[in-house]
């Protein structure tokens, strides 16, 4: 079977999840390789694919040059509600292309000869949105490369008592606002904590650091641009007290994932099952009062869902493709 999975090659989560699932299907057999769906010389190389996997898109024009029966898979990266936020802003500035995000999910919702989502609480969603006998969005276990995750040691300890780790992608759904606002809170009975936030891009300091200079957070938070790779990323997860990924609504993330298989304690809403801890979602005052009380040891740890291996998500998706195939 040769797979070729369409994503754009930007260094996303999204991207990872694609690169680390085509290595970890072609280790099953068969081929499976990666295409990007914005450079129109090298789609030739993949009009032979069996199975075409969409997690951006899949380009129109390549649909009439494919030489076997044409089989797609839609996976549903983000949340619907980012989707539909980011529709409405982008569309708010005239804008296309991602602006168009809810309709290319409604297409594959209804042309893709399946779906695949990583989340129960999206699937629950997706599923309302198909016609009646179309074929349910298939839930497969999002899982990441635990012999990798599991490895390494702390090159030392981050600076801060506790040093917390946050870099999440910052798309409003994930971005650190709530817990830069609680942090003036927190190290009022830890005056030595220091948070260290990274993923800051360029373009969002305007708004971040005159307003967390001024509420008073930047003064014990160290905030960069800075994006890890693997090694330094693994580093730093081993490396600090406490990784906190705060994404709404409790969902999973890649991230998350990753931290966890490294024996990380993680903070998340409520909802995460891989998380060590949960808090709540709303006033940033309680959000600090339940940080304050972890970090106090105050607050057992949960009994952590095992991370998935990125090995039983390709097996997964694998059973997927057969059972689409003619």
């Known amino acids: 079977m040769r797979c070729v999975h369409w994503t754009i090659t930007n260094g996303s989560g999204m991207h990872r999840v694609a690169e680390a699932l085509a290595k970890a299907e072609t280790l099953l057999g068969g081929e499976s390789v990666l295409a990007d769906p914005g450079l129109p010389a090298t789609w030739d190389a993949h009009v032979d694919a069996d199975v075409h996997i969409i997690h951006t898109h899949f380009p129109d024009a390549l649909a009439r040059r494919v030489t076997k029966p044409l089989r797609l898979v839609w996976v549903g ?38 779906k695949v989502t990583f989340w129960p ?127 709404r609504y409790g969902d999973l993330n890649h991230l998350s994932l990753e931290a966890t298989a490294t024996g ?14 949960w808090v709540r979602d709303g006033d940033q005052r309680e959000l600090a009062e339940q940080l304050t009380e972890i970090f106090r040891g105050n607050v057992p740890p949960r009994v952590v869902l095992p991370v998935p291996d990125i090995s039983a998500t390709a097996a997964a998706m694998r059973a997927v493709y057969e059972d689409i195939l003619p």
């Open 121 to 247: 609480r999206h699937k629950w969603m997706y599923d309302r949105m198909l016609t009646v006998g179309a074929r349910k969005v298939d839930l497969v276990p999002l899982g990441v490369d635990t012999a990798f995750w599991g490895a390494g040691e702390s090159a030392g300890k981050f600076a801060g008592e506790p040093s917390v780790l946050t870099c999440e992608n910052p798309h409003y759904f994930k971005w650190p606002y709530d817990l830069l606002v609680a942090w003036i809170e927190i190290v009022r009975t830890f005056p030595e904590a220091r948070l260290h936030c990274g993923y800051l891009p360029n373009d969002m300091h305007r708004a971040f650091f005159p307003f967390f200079n001024a509420l008073g957070s930047s003064y014990t938070s160290y905030m960069s641009p800075t994006v890890f790779d693997k090694l330094n990323l693994r580093n730093a997860l081993r490396s600090t007290d406490f990784f906190c990924g705060l994404v």
């Open 77 to 114: 990266h983000g949340t619907p509600d980012h989707v539909f936020q980011s529709s409405v802003e982008a569309a708010l500035q005239g804008a296309y292309g991602h602006g168009d995000a809810i309709q290319l999910m409604l297409h594959w919702l209804k042309t893709a000869h399946a």
């Open 264 to 277: 990380a304690k993680t903070i998340s809403y409520a909802g995460n099952p891989h998380a060590t801890y």
